[in-house]
């Protein structure tokens, strides 16, 4: 009897003992096969990325040349707070997340970069964890660096942050970690948004600062989840900063296996009911519908729809990559242009200010009426009718109210005064640059031209564009 009993015991021991395990193995799920994503993303291959050391020294030439001095002499950076700098030109292609909080936008991250259950892994929770502005980046070990350091570092391309103050520069992080990808891409991870927060408890300029790096992303996501789909006036007035960037912006669904066919379409079309007032453009931004981390899809939902949507992902986010360089010069360009427009109008708005002052007038009184009404004085039709400016690039007319209101027009000279004998003018120096200096760059990346050669010879700086407010 006291055998049986204790064969009794060892069965139903090991009985257990295999339950235990099986709850165990079922408490743990399955991870994800991820040769996919290395494979759209190329980070098996072994081949050396491309050296354009040679195009980013012509292209920081031609901005320190030909842009640079027209955009200080007109105060530039004060109508736009967009300021240029070294580290801006030579960085490589940002990716900004944005969106709610807890809808998985640091998860998405990790999974991107195969962080899960590492030391690099960023924190993530059913709360909201992310309370700074979080910059992954290259290294060659994992290290974090403090707000206020990469403030400090002129080599780096956040240096303009400080303008947001020291509150800000605290919620402010960097992360080195030693990974392919993040040779050829660097990742911004955003505070959530939270609809019963007002800005001003953030301690620091919160939209602001989300325009600052929506200025520089080359590709913006905006992440949502099932649970999150209501807009309210901090998310609209995100969408307001949005606006303009409507093909860099990607609208991602996440968390989609966590619904049931029908549900995930009545959450689709919320979605698109949600956010149509907000993105008012002919071809809205692409929605891509899947769930990214690590772990497998849930069963019984459409597993090879959410697997090709997240190719079709990071084949966008791999295109962002192949055309940095290419990216980056019509970027500069883009700039010189609205550089060259300001002028352009600033130079009018003086010249009409002269032609009206007689020894009697009151010079405030004057800019004042010229100000206030500048289609009477057709400051912008005659900067139509004697350039080639498009309509649709002229800024608005109210901002030149406030431009103004900081800068007195007596302090500018005229365009056809900013020349010298040896310098050249600003104006066809920033014309040389826009039709021919920057197109020819651009065309050399495409024709596989070696960059380390570049010069006028090559770059073809050609007949000079005439200024047409140079006086004979």
């Not at 970069?113 to 502005?133: I, K, M, N, R």
């Not at 994992?142 to 020291?166: N, W, Y």
């Not at 927060?197 to 913006?220: S, T």
Request: charged share 25%.
């Amino acid at each position: 009897m006291k055998r049986l009993n204790l064969l009794c015991c060892c069965v139903a021991s090991l009985l257990l003992l295999g339950t235990a395990e099986e709850v165990e193995d079922a408490s743990e799920p399955t991870k994800r096969d991820r040769s996919h994503l290395e494979n759209t993303l190329k980070l098996n291959e072994d081949k050396p990325a491309d050296d354009f050391s040679g195009v980013l020294q012509r292209l920081r030439k031609i901005y320190h040349s030909s842009i640079k001095p027209l955009e200080q002499s007109y105060r530039y950076n004060e109508l736009r707070q967009h300021e240029i700098t070294d580290g801006e030109i030579t960085s490589k292609p940002m990716v900004l997340f944005l969106g709610p909080w807890s809808v998985g936008k640091s998860s998405m991250i990790n999974y991107l970069l195969g962080l899960d259950d590492t030391p690099y892994q960023l924190y993530t929770g059913a709360e909201p964890t992310t309370s700074e502005f979080t910059v992954i980046m290259h290294g060659p070990k994992l290290k974090t660096i403090e707000g206020i350091v990469m403030a400090a570092d002129s080599a780096r391309s956040f240096s303009p942050l400080e303008k947001f103050g020291q509150n800000f520069l605290e919620k402010l992080i960097g992360i080195e970690v030693p990974h392919k990808l993040l040779e050829r891409v660097t990742f911004v991870d955003t505070p959530g948004i939270i609809e019963n927060r007002k800005q001003q408890e953030r301690g620091y300029p919160f939209n602001d600062v989300c325009q600052w790096f929506i200025d520089r992303a080359d590709l913006i996501f905006v992440v949502f989840d099932p649970t999150k789909l209501d807009v309210g006036l901090e998310l609209e007035m995100l969408f307001r900063q949005l606006k303009g960037r409507e093909s860099q912006i990607r609208i991602i669904l996440n968390k989609a296996d966590s619904l049931a066919t029908q549900e995930l379409m009545r959450v689709y079309g919320a979605l698109f009911w949600s956010l149509a007032p907000l993105i008012n453009v002919t071809e809205p931004p692409r929605v891509y519908v899947s769930s990214f981390w690590p772990h497998e899809y849930h069963p019984d939902t459409h597993k090879d729809l959410f697997l090709k949507e997240e190719i079709s992902l990071l084949e966008d986010l791999n295109q962002v990559i192949e055309n940095r360089m290419e990216n980056k010069i019509a970027f500069i360009r883009q700039h010189a242009i609205r550089v060259r427009i300001h002028a352009l109008l600033v130079d009018r708005y003086l010249q009409t200010y002269k032609d009206k002052m007689t020894f009697f007038s009151d010079g405030e009184l004057v800019f004042r009426d010229i100000v206030e009404d500048p289609d009477k004085f057709f400051i912008f039709k005659s900067i139509l009718a004697k350039t080639n400016v498009s309509k649709f690039d002229l800024p608005n007319r109210e901002a030149y109210k406030d431009f103004f209101g900081i800068n007195p027009i007596t302090g500018f000279k005229l365009l056809s005064q900013q020349c010298s004998y040896m310098g050249g003018c600003y104006l066809e120096k920033i014309e040389k640059a826009i039709t021919r200096e920057l197109p020819d760059l651009l065309g050399s990346i495409g024709l596989g031209k070696k960059p380390n050669v570049l010069s006028c010879d090559v770059t073809g700086c050609g007949e000079t564009p005439k200024n047409r407010y140079k006086k004979p």
